[in-house]
Every structure is written in structure tokens, then in C-alpha cells.
């Protein structure tokens, strides 16, 4: 008989210790979460092979905002987001037509810029037959 109480002493004692700690964890989950900020941004302008992506993200707890943008030669399109504990949805949506198609320039340059990396240029390199790009100034 004392061994029966003790092995269902040891059993429930095992199966409780992981609940506490799911627990545990979900609360500090739960803090993360609801401290968490941060803001972004990045900005492409590719005038050689005519395309543009923008980005901006901001968190502020557990609601997020945000908007992204493209073109491809063809369309103009702009996404305006919010998440939050009631999902991801699109609160704005715009397009426009820009034209037939993207138009290459061999002479063209692409202008990258970030909040995370800085702005910096490049160009096509045709100097070079490992190299695609050069860079123009940081």
C-alpha cells in the first residue's frame, strides 16, 4: 500500500510540474508580449528594372500597424494593415495603373534605403563578369 501512495505521490507530482510551468511560461509570453515595441522601414527604388517596395511596421504592445507598397510597371498598389488580438486585416487598399510593363534601363540606378541599414546606390557593372553591381555611394 505504501508503495502505491508513493508511486501516485511521484505520478501526480510529474504531471503538475510541466502544467506550472506552461504556466509560467504563457504569463512571461503574455508580458513579452504586451511590452514589445519597435518601428522599421525600408524603401526601394529600382529605376533599372522599374519596380518600387516600400515597408513601415510599428508595434506598440500587441497592436501592430503598418503599410507595404509595390509597383511592377503595371500597377501601383499600397496595403495599409493593423494586427492585434482580433487578427491581421487590411484597413486601406489602394491601386492605380502606372503602365504597360516594366522598362529596363541599363543606365539606371536603384536606390535602397532603411531604417536597419541606411541608404546606399547601386548601379549595373558591366566592368566586372563576377560582379552585377557596383555600388555608387553609400
Known sequence: MFKFVLISCLL???????IEQDEDKAELER???????YSFNSHID???NDGTIAREET??????????SYSDGFVMRTVHYEADENG???????TQDIGDGPQFNADG???????LIGRYSI??????????YKEVHA
Not at 508595434?59 to 507595404?68: H, L
Not at 486585416?89 to 489602394?94: D, H, M, Q
Request: hydrophobic letters at 30%; glycine letters at 6%.
Open 12 to 18: 501526480v507530482a510529474a504531471i503538475a510540474m510541466p
Open 31 to 37: 508580458i513579452q508580449n504586451e511590452s514589445a515595441q
Open 59 to 68: 508595434r506598440d504592445g500587441t497592436k501592430v500597424t503598418g503599410m507595404y
Open 123 to 132: 548601379k549595373l557593372d558591366e566592368s566586372e563578369q563576377e560582379k552585377h
Open 46 to 48: 529600382d529605376q533599372i
Open 88 to 94: 491581421y486585416r487590411v484597413v486601406k487598399e489602394e
Open 109 to 115: 540606378q536603384a536606390d535602397v534605403q532603411g531604417s
